[in-house]
């Protein structure tokens, strides 16, 4: 059956990879993207797919009620991944108001716009970060206790348990996704792996927050495109499925790798004043996804890794634009129309 869906924040990092994914794996479907262009949306990210009829950019705010109506009606939209968010823990230390306007109230007006149109599967795509923090052993399950530790996860977790009661309350069909941190092409270059990368091409410090010892579970982009698809076919509505790569690994020898792929020495590592309240580590217990949608990882760390490494080796073009602003340029060109 053909498929018309909304994918929200399509010019981010994961999103950009989503567009492309669902236009590859689901050759009848017309993908449209509304995208804010934020700091964090780029268009470059989509280079490629300038000529593909099947996938639709709207510039606009998911908070914008006549705008969401106007793409829901016009492309008589089936279902929504809503992916569109402020994503970043450190701007949200430092300024938390845009994460709760965007994350949660801007989640609350969608889930409301698709109430009203009925939309048929609203897919709300969440983090491993809602669960707070682990001790040494142990992953999180799809119920563990929420205890966000930062204005991002917990704006974050606010608009999954809209989301959910948005099922629970008005019978909307949701799925919420929580998975753990990605690592892929077209990643921004303030997260972690794209800036180390990108450091140490220039020969700069690469800040290392605390004493490094921090372990975050790695998910290729892929793989989670993958899961959020699947939630979308096969999820149950009001279920809660985590996506995790299983490939824990602490953040100082995560980066003394990338040194290693790169061919560049260790001295260039620089521990710097850790974040304050940070998590000290993640990991997922996907269980329930591998069996109720039949979902799992197929790229292992080690490969996926260094061929992430070998794009932004190769690709200097797109981060030097991003680094130095220029891309900015195709998002005033969008908020001209052109
Ligand atoms: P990103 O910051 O790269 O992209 C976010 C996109 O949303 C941008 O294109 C931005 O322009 C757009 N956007 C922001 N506010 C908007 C608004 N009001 N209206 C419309 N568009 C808006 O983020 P990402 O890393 O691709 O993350 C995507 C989603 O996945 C987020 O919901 C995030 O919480 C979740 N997630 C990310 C990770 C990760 O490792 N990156 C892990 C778990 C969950």
């Known amino acids: 059956m053909s498929t018309n869906v909304l994918v929200t924040g399509g010019c981010g990092f994961i999103g950009s990879n989503l567009v492309r994914y669902l236009l590859r794996e689901r050759p009848d479907w017309k993908v449209v993207n509304l995208d804010r262009l934020t700091y964090a949306g780029n268009l470059e990210n989509l280079a490629g797919l300038e000529d593909e009829s099947r996938h639709v950019f709207v510039h606009g705010d998911i908070s914008d009620r006549a705008c969401v109506d106007r793409v829901l009606r016009e492309h008589a939209i089936d279902a929504v991944l809503h992916l569109a968010a402020e994503s970043h823990v450190d701007r949200s230390i430092e300024g938390p108001a845009v994460f709760v306007t965007t994350n949660v109230l801007g989640t609350q007006h969608l889930l409301e716009a698709c109430r009203a149109h009925g939309v048929r599967r609203f897919v709300q795509c969440s983090t491993d970060e809602v669960y707070g923090s682990l ?13 966000p530790s930062s204005p991002y996860s917990a704006s974050k977790t606010g608009a999954d348990l809209l989301a959910l009661a948005y099922h629970h309350t ?6 919420v996704t929580r998975c753990s941190n990605n690592y892929g092409r077209y990643q ?12 140490a091409l220039r020969d700069q410090r690469l800040p290392v927050y605390g004493d490094g010892q921090h372990v975050r579970d790695w998910l290729h982009v892929e793989d989670h495109c993958q899961g959020l698809l699947l939630a979308l076919e096969r999820g149950r509505a009001g279920q809660v499925y985590n996506l995790g790569g299983g490939a824990e690994r602490k953040n100082l020898d995560l980066v003394k790798g990338i040194l290693a792929a790169l061919g560049k020495p260790e001295s260039l590592i620089e521990f710097v004043t850790d974040r ?5 580590r993640y990991a997922i217990d996907a269980a329930k996804s591998r069996r109720e949608l039949g979902w799992a990882p197929t790229h292992s760390f080690e490969e996926g890794l260094a ?3 070998r794009w932004y080796v ?3 073009v797109w981060w030097e634009r991003v680094l130095s602003g220029a891309y900015r340029s195709t998002v005033t060109l969008a908020r001209r129309g052109h």
Not at 170 to 175: E, F, K, R
Not at 188 to 199: G, T
Not at 276 to 280: K, W
């Open 307 to 309: 061929d992430t490494v």
């Open 188 to 199: 921004f270059p303030e997260k972690l792996i794209p800036r180390m990368v990108v450091n």
């Open 314 to 316: 190769e690709h200097p």
């Open 276 to 280: 304050p309240g940070h998590d000290r």
């Open 135 to 147: 001790g040494p052993s142990g992953a999180f399950t799809e119920t563990s206790p929420l205890q």
């Open 170 to 175: 008005y019978g909307l069909d949701v799925v």
